[in-house]
């Protein structure tokens, strides 16, 4: 097992592997975990041309050596385009649409698949937003669309599953508790400092540390910067300064602790930088080296994602070709301003550290009133590793000393650290006694009683672990994407929980939500100042940024009152809206268990209750008998057209929303596996056993009439919307175009 940052590694160790003796192509069948973070694709920018990821997945692992079979998981494999699941596709055929044509039962190539569907897309997302529903963009994809993705994805959701599955069979979810939103103030200590003062101080600061090509006279500007690239050294360096400013902001969010190493790190790094340009201008040696993101400057998971992390050439500058005087003014009032803050919170010890306390407290009325019978176990995540050590020392003192109980703390820079004495605390044996019974610990560890009540941790463990013994999660700070919180969330609300409810707990900063999301923007305009006058763009914050601050706003303001599952955070339509490779699996089942169905007979029908969402009336399956012909080429089940009609002739689901279709006739036989016997009796007497079909052989008629009009009016809306419509082609006539498959009588 290896993670994503290890493909930008060429040296060093990865668990037990040695990435340098690695043989990366040797690998016939390789799973990609949160293959999401894959979906922006291969390209690159900079004066190096770095290969970011996944042009070394590609290359080192997926085209090299042997041929290699890929499978993707991802919760979010789609953002807000399509060309995000055609990028993670391409991992599977080498990037090489050819392997993959002649395997697609398709009329088109992938390429030209994924550039109509993005087109019809793009179109739909201009629409107002009471406008732009899932049902109108599916109804205007392309058949070739589906069949791609039923070829290559399978989708499931909780939501749909708990809908549309026996739970009983499966194993239930556990009920969520409304989450504890706690939010202490940074110290108790008279006349302390706040969060807003912290604030304030921080925006003051230019970082100019990162911004060395910034002060480059213009003579020698071409020495350095290639301004013909699209992101050259200036805009990597503007890159990791704007990392660096928000990564403040983010650790100070986290703990006084992180935001004090943090910055004690960067001005020790600024002292150092003046001493070399005072020794300079003192006749000294001339040539330093920019500031790259060093190894002991923390990010989150999500930052270190960025290509900026991706190692380059580092960049040696000549102080003589630089601006020097003023560089070191602007290093001397960053070093300033550090000393001021590290002032500001030297004084914040663990004892005054109302966060830590409250978290203490937390614990304890946890432990001594578990929320299910017994259950100490309590999950805390952190963004940063500097927070979970802390956290780690304070905590595991606490509970041992207090409840006799063990703590334990995983990081991606320490596999495992315990209480338990001459523990082998590696991330599996951790993980393992911690959720005993989720990771099977009678099988790996049949002879270890020893177990794991506290488990901190950052996001190395917040993605494909079951950790459902625990039944408490706290996240001790709130992480920028809201995405992540539930991530960690999930660890305990999995299927098959021993525990009747779970809780969720979330440590937030005492300002408000509104002051909270707008740091961001103030940081990254105070940044982006100094890039005005020499790239002459006066847009602070565009579009996109703007709809994602608000975007993040509404989802965390949701999160301070309710657990929103993953498909609901994302925007824009989710992959499972759009598969219906789960029905086909369905059908094979039944086929291995009961045999064949091509010699039932056409005609059969089912009698199924009705509900509040589903009407009486009837679903009829159909065939066209000319399999030549699809209507517009947008019925995904082509030859076949399922309509569902109610008994006031209106139609509840045409035949162009198959997905929703299939999904009402799972949920109203959800859970029968006999036919229902007072409704079949009041059907027969109805009809006089087949006599007086009038009312129904109607019903079929206006169902037929349905599939001609809704044709008639896609064909209109794709005129109107520019698109290429031939009014004569593609025809059905009527009733003697179909054949009846079957039918579901609703009552």
């Known amino acids: 097992m290896l993670y994503h940052t290890d493909l930008s590694r060429e040296h060093g160790t990865s ?21 999401h973070n894959f979906r922006n694709g291969g390209e690159v920018y900079g004066e190096d041309e770095r290969d970011n990821r996944y042009n070394i997945l590609m290359k080192k692992v997926i085209r090299a050596g042997v041929k290699t079979k890929v499978l993707m998981l991802s919760a979010t494999p789609v953002n807000n385009r399509f060309t995000d699941l055609r990028n993670q596709l391409a991992l599977a055929y080498e990037g090489k649409p050819a392997l993959i044509n002649d395997k697609l039962d398709t009329t088109k190539p992938i390429d030209e698949i994924f550039r109509g569907a993005q087109k019809i897309f793009n179109r739909w997302s201009e629409k107002a937003p009471e406008q732009r529903i899932t049902a109108s963009l599916l109804k205007t994809l ?15 959701s909780r939501k749909h599953i708990e809908k549309y599955y026996n739970m009983e069979e499966i ?28 604030f304030e101080e921080l925006i003051s600061l230019n970082l100019a540390i990162y911004i060395p090509t910034d002060f480059l006279l213009p003579s020698a500007l071409e020495k350095y910067v290639d301004t013909g690239v699209n992101i050259n050294r200036a805009g990597r360096e503007r890159g990791i300064r704007r990392l660096m400013s928000i990564n403040l902001l983010k650790r100070l969010e986290s703990s006084v602790c992180a935001f004090r190493l943090t910055l004690g790190r960067i001005k020790s790094l600024i002292e150092y930088t003046i ?94 009133r578990p929320i299910n019978d017994e259950n100490k176990k309590i999950l805390i995540f952190s963004a940063f590793s500097d927070t979970a050590e802390y956290l780690y020392d304070a905590v595991s003192v606490f509970v041992k000393k207090r409840f006799s109980i063990d703590t334990a703390m995983v990081t991606g820079s320490v596999e495992g650290k315990t209480t338990i004495p001459k523990f082998r605390a590696t991330l599996n044996n951790v993980l393992t006694c911690f959720s005993p019974r989720s990771k099977d610990k009678e099988l790996l560890m049949p002879n270890y009683n020893e177990e794991i009540d506290i488990l901190i941790g950052t996001d190395c463990i917040s993605e494909g672990q079951n950790l ?269 175009d179909f054949e009846l498959i079957c039918f579901f009588v609703v009552r």
């Open 275 to 368: 001493v070399e340009i005072d020794n300079f201008a003192n006749g000294g040696g001339s040539v330093i080296e920019a500031t790259e993101l060093s190894d002991d400057t923390e990010f989150d998971g999500d930052d270190i994602n960025t290509d900026y992390f991706v190692a380059g050439r580092k960049l040696k500058i000549d102080l003589a070709d630089m601006d020097y005087i003023s560089w070191r003014r602007e290093l001397r009032h960053d070093a300033e301003t550090l000393g001021l803050l590290v002032l500001m919170v030297k004084d914040i010890t663990p004892e005054h550290d109302t966060k830590l306390q409250t978290l203490l407290r937390l614990i304890s009325d946890k432990i001594e």
């Open 15 to 35: 668990g037990n592997i040695d990435l340098e003796k690695l043989s990366w192509g040797n690998y016939d069948f390789v799973v990609i975990d949160e293959s």
């Open 468 to 736: 459902q013994d625990c039944d408490y999660c706290v996240n001790y700070d709130i992480h920028w994407n809201p995405v992540r919180i539930i991530q960690r969330f999930g660890r305990i609300d999995r299927i098959g929980s021993k525990n009747a409810v779970i809780q969720l707990v979330n440590f937030w900063p005492n300002v408000t939500l509104d002051e909270y999301i707008n740091l961001k923007n103030r940081v990254e305009t105070r940044m982006k100042i100094s890039v005005m006058t020499a790239t002459g763009d006066d847009d602070l914050i565009n579009a996109e940024e703007k709809g994602d601050l608000e975007y993040r706003k509404a989802q965390l303001e949701r999160l301070q009152n309710e657990i929103v599952d993953i498909e609901e955070m994302q925007s824009g339509v989710s992959i499972m809206d759009l598969g219906l490779n789960e029905f086909r699996l369905d059908l094979l089942g039944y086929i291995k268990a009961h045999g064949n169905l091509d010699k039932t007979p056409f005609g059969l029908h089912a009698v199924v209750s009705s509900s509040g969402d589903f009407p009486p009336g009837v679903v009829f399956v159909l065939k066209n008998i000319n399999g030549g012909v699809n209507i517009d080429n947008r019925n995904r089940l082509h030859p076949f057209y399922m309509v569902y009609i109610s008994t006031d002739n209106e139609v509840v689901c045409d035949h162009l929303s198959p997905k929703e279709m299939l999904d009402a006739l799972r949920l109203l036989c959800k859970g029968k596996t006999a036919p229902i016997v007072e409704l079949c009796k009041a059907f027969n007497a109805e009809i006089k056993d087949g006599k007086d079909m009038r009312k129904y052989s109607a019903l079929l008629g206006g169902a037929i009439n349905s599939i001609i009009d809704v044709k008639t009016k896609s064909e209109i809306d794709g005129f109107l919307s520019g698109e290429t419509v031939s009014f004569l082609s593609n025809k059905i006539s009527g009733l003697d």
């Open 171 to 198: 194993g239930k979810f556990p009920e969520r508790l409304k989450p504890l939103s706690l939010r202490p103030d940074l110290t108790d200590l008279d006349d302390a400092i706040n969060y807003n003062q912290i």
């Open 142 to 156: 392309d058949f070739n669309f589906f069949e791609l993705l039923d070829s290559v994805t399978i989708a499931r």
